[in-house]
């Protein structure tokens, strides 16, 4: 567990199911949707099909909980791109508008960064955003991240092509910045 004053990064219980469930799942549209990765389907489920699954999120190393002042308000997560490598990515959606513009997701990610090269042997971190979100392309600037590579035109979201932006850091420039 991982705490800035009210912020708390938290692998996922049992009890936290139906919170998760209702953030991510519930809804056929959800307004977060529409930043994270929208040129991909949303598909709902009912709480009985997600529970079908909770042997995938409780205690998963790779995905946990953003808990403000004791409501989880989102979830961060990380992916072997390829893991022989050490290629790990990062993602993270704060599923609740209200959440959103406070600082909390750059306060979230850099615990989770922090977390990242403590506990691997991690050469490097980043994440894939898309140009339509700048919001998340700002949190990877203000956390010291480079712009690594932007394909352009390659994500199409309602009649507008966008660019994939790739934002990465190295481990010697984090230690750098702290």
């Given at each position: 567990?991982?705490?800035?004053?009210?912020?708390?990064?938290?692998?996922?219980?049992?009890?936290?199911?139906?919170?998760?469930?209702?953030?991510?799942?519930?809804?056929?549209?959800?307004?977060?949707?529409?930043?994270?990765?929208?040129?991909?389907?949303?598909?709902?489920?009912?709480?009985?099909?997600?529970?079908?699954?909770?042997?995938?999120?409780?205690?998963?190393?790779?995905?946990?909980?953003?808990?403000?002042?004791?409501?989880?308000?989102?979830?961060?997560?990380?992916?072997?791109?390829?893991?022989?490598?050490?290629?790990?990515?990062?993602?993270?959606?704060?599923?609740?508008?209200?959440?959103w513009g406070k600082g909390i997701g750059t306060r979230a990610l850099r615990l989770w960064i922090q977390h990242l090269f403590t506990t691997m042997p991690l050469v490097r971190?980043?994440?894939?955003?898309?140009?339509?979100?700048?919001?998340?392309?700002?949190?990877?600037?203000?956390?010291?991240?480079?712009?690594?590579?932007?394909?352009?035109?390659?994500?199409?979201?309602?009649?507008?092509?966008?660019?994939?932006?790739?934002?990465?850091?190295?481990?010697?420039?984090?230690?750098?910045?702290?």
């Amino acid at each position: 567990m991982y705490t800035d004053k009210e912020l708390t990064l938290r692998p996922i219980v049992e009890d936290d199911l139906y919170r998760i469930w209702e953030l991510i799942y519930k809804d056929a549209q959800p307004e977060w949707k529409k930043w994270d990765a929208p040129y991909y389907p949303h598909h709902t489920k009912t709480y009985e099909q997600f529970l079908e699954t909770k042997e995938n999120w409780i205690g998963d190393d790779s995905y946990w909980a953003i808990e403000v002042e004791g409501v989880i308000r989102g979830t961060i997560s990380y992916y072997w791109e390829h893991e022989p490598s050490k290629w790990l990515e990062m993602g993270i959606v704060l599923q609740e508008s209200q959440s959103w513009g406070k600082g909390i997701g750059t306060r979230a990610l850099r615990l989770w960064i922090q977390h990242l090269f403590t506990t691997m042997p991690l050469v490097r971190v980043g994440y894939t955003t898309w140009s339509g979100n700048e919001r998340m392309i700002r949190v990877g600037e203000k956390l010291g991240m480079q712009l690594e590579a932007r394909i352009r035109k390659v994500r199409y979201y309602d009649g507008v092509y966008y660019d994939s932006i790739r934002m990465g850091m190295l481990r010697e420039e984090w230690e750098m910045n702290q």
